[in-house]
């Protein structure tokens, strides 16, 4: 068997790093140079959640800008990285029985675009997008991951995008530098301590953490991600967080690399 794949979360965070250099996107340029070259990227991101479960099938996926009120300039980023109907499929089969539907028209959005232009600037890695299904519990995604096993064999990289903690109601927009709610902080501790314990059930049951994991994840969109990457865990593979940071006191930078 060759080189297994490594897994990542990445904490997106606002659409304007893809515009930006910073400590964030030089961490995720970092990250791209320390592993293999993929194949393939499958990403899995917050800003495709939908009532069912499905996969981008075009074989040139366009750069969706789904946000408002940014600058010109992001809107005319494009991320013309070519599709992979071929690996398309191949999630639908390892998938099988549950069905997985095969959009043709869906492109990359921010959540996967904006990161992905750091690591891999030169867009000519094949990118497929997993949809979210909103309708699913936290134990449907973790276990969703759990199949894609064997995509880490074939030189994919599998990618979530999202953000461990994101309270867009409490961030503080126009302040710069602003100092992490209390909760926000022992979320994240709390998690990675989970993460690096192997204890990763436990954050699969995060509505049963307590009123911090209420104010850090109101909404589960940007939480998922994260569990199809716990759920790519093996045994005795180790944890690591490549990147760092709490911005606007409400929305976490963190980064978890698996293997």
């Given amino acids: 068997m060759g080189t297994v794949m490594p897994v990542v979360f990445f904490g997106h965070g606002n659409p304007m790093n893809a515009l930006q250099t910073n400590g964030y996107?030089?961490?995720w340029?970092?990250?791209a140079q320390s592993i293999p070259r993929p194949k393939a990227i499958l990403a899995i991101s917050a800003h495709w959640y939908i009532p069912d479960t499905a996969v981008t099938g075009s074989p040139f996926p366009k750069t969706i800008h789904d946000f408002g009120g940014f600058p010109p300039a992001l809107y005319n980023v494009t991320y013309p990285a070519p599709g992979s109907p071929e690996l398309a499929r191949k999630v639908q089969k390892l998938l099988a029985p549950l069905e997985v539907r095969f959009d043709e028209q869906r492109g990359l959005d921010h959540g996967t675009w904006s990161v992905l232009c750091h690591l891999f600037p030169d867009a000519d890695i094949p990118v497929v997008q997993l949809s979210i299904d909103e309708t699913m519990s936290p134990e449907f995604h973790y276990e969703t991951g759990r199949l894609?096993?064997?995509l880490r064999d074939d030189g994919i990289l599998i990618a979530g995008s999202g953000n461990l903690?994101?309270?867009l109601q409490a961030y503080a927009w126009g302040t710069e530098n602003a100092q992490p709610f209390d909760w926000a902080v022992r979320f994240e501790q709390s998690a990675r301590k989970l993460m690096l314990e192997g204890r990763d059930r436990e954050l699969v049951d995060y509505r049963g953490m307590g009123s911090d994991a209420r104010l850090s994840v109101p909404t589960p969109d940007h939480f998922l991600p994260l569990l199809y990457i716990l759920g790519l865990r093996r045994?005795?593979?180790?944890v690591s967080f490549p990147v760092e940071?709490?911005?606007g006191g409400s929305l976490s930078m963190l980064s978890v690399r698996i293997g």
């Fill in 25 to 27: 996107t030089e961490s």
């Fill in 29 to 31: 340029r970092q990250f």
């Fill in 148 to 150: 894609l096993q064997p």
């Fill in 165 to 167: 903690v994101h309270n």
């Fill in 235 to 238: 045994e005795h593979e180790q």
């Fill in 245 to 247: 940071g709490i911005e």
